[in-house]
Nanobody
Framework: QVQLIESGGGLVQAGGSLRLSCAASIRTAMGWFRQAPGKEREFVAAISSIGGTTRYTDSVQGRFTISRDNAKNTVYLQMNSLKPEDTAVYYC???????????????WGQGTQVTVSS
């Protein structure tokens, strides 16, 4: 069982930045999903267990950056140029590799709220 502990959500104005963190109990591929009110949960970004491979959904490409500190088994999501449509609960996720993570994550964090005001 992989434990995922998230932090870093909050309220920010449009154009601002936030950084989310997710600490895992083991080293594995990790990523982020988000779910806005009334919408399905969607993939945001993923990073391989070593960090050499990253993936993003089109709507955040160029604004969000996923990275990891393997010494701490922690993944970060730096979110810049935030838009009101980025408002959602953001969930950390983990799986054996990024391909599996994008479609069927095996483990989930508890979620952290990100609210972007216009």
């Amino acid at each position: 069982q992989v434990q995922l502990i998230e932090s870093g959500g909050g309220l920010v104005q449009a154009g601002g930045s936030l950084r989310l963190s997710c600490a895992a109990s083991i080293r594995t591929a990790m990523g982020w999903f988000r779910q806005a009110p009334g919408k399905e949960r969607e993939f945001v970004a993923a990073i391989s267990s070593i960090g050499g491979t990253t993936r993003y959904t089109d709507s955040v490409q160029g604004r969000f950056t996923i990275s990891r500190d393997n010494a701490k088994n922690t993944v970060y999501l730096q979110m810049n140029s935030l838009k009101p449509e980025d408002t959602a609960v953001y969930y950390c996720a983990a799986a054996q590799n990024t391909a599996v993570l994008r479609t069927t994550p095996e483990y989930w964090g508890q979620g952290t709220q990100v609210t972007v005001s216009s």
